[in-house]
């Protein structure tokens, strides 16, 4: 129970293109959604939280326009890379948190990893 | 600000050997803590955890105790399995009640356990 998916796993892609990355809460309904960037060897780090209708929060030093956050339902939530280039190829985490079977959960997807040739 | 920070890795252990990965944190309030662990090529997935100082957070043979009077969430297990070979991340959420949520993660620690 309390499923979050993310899609696509893996996405390849030119310089300059624009990739989207979609995380769905499967089971359950997701008041907020958590984007999160990974570096190779290296820790998580927030880049935005977004709940659901509004607009999203941005950490510190994350480009807004160019990380587009759209969360228009409370199963799914969207993470648009803009004019992507290669220093932006990383693994992207969701986590998404809301209410199941009575207690507040908080579930990581699998992540997607991007890269920008 | 609240921080995590843990050991370094990565850390390489013969099979049955005792596990330690060191955490502490800094954090104003009452943080709750938290345990991750990323097996290769995949997500995080909850380890164990714990909402107060003194309560223990256990599973799969892991354990950790929030010791508020040393600021650590150090985790432990008796004897490691090569399928405990992942990265562990020690963190903290800064919501109270453990609504979960936004958490601030420590730089993760890389374990190997060889046969």
């Known amino acids: 129970g309390a499923v979050v998916s993310q899609h696509p796993s893996r996405v390849i892609c030119k310089s300059g293109t624009s990739v989207k990355i979609e995380c769905r809460s499967l089971d359950f309904q997701a008041t907020t959604m958590f984007w999160y960037r990974q570096f190779p060897k290296q820790s998580l780090m927030l880049m935005a939280t977004s709940n659901e209708g509004s607009k999203a929060t941005y950490e510190q030093g994350v480009e807004k326009d160019k990380f587009l956050i759209n969360h228009a339902s409370l199963t799914l939530s969207t993470l648009t890379v803009t004019s992507a280039h290669p220093e932006d190829s990383s693994f992207y985490i969701c986590?998404?948190?809301?209410?199941?079977?009575?207690?507040?959960?908080?579930?990581f997807g699998a992540g997607s990893r991007l890269t920008v040739l | 600000g609240n921080s995590v920070t843990q050991m370094e890795g990565p850390v390489t252990l013969s099979e049955e050997a005792f596990l330690t990965i060191n955490c502490t944190y800094t954090a104003t309030g009452y943080p709750s803590l938290f345990w991750y662990v990323q097996y290769p090529g995949e997500g995080l997935q909850l380890l164990l955890k714990a909402t107060k100082a003194d309560d223990k957070g256990s599973n799969k043979g892991f354990e950790a105790t929030y010791r508020k009077e040393t600021t650590s969430f150090h985790l432990e297990k008796g004897s490691v399995q090569v399928s405990d070979s992942a990265v562990y991340f020690c963190a903290l959420s800064d919501l109270p009640n453990n609504q979960g949520g936004k958490l601030i993660f420590g730089q993760g620690t890389e374990l190997s356990v060889k046969p």
């Open positions: 986590s998404a948190t809301g209410a199941y079977s009575g207690a507040n959960v908080l579930t």
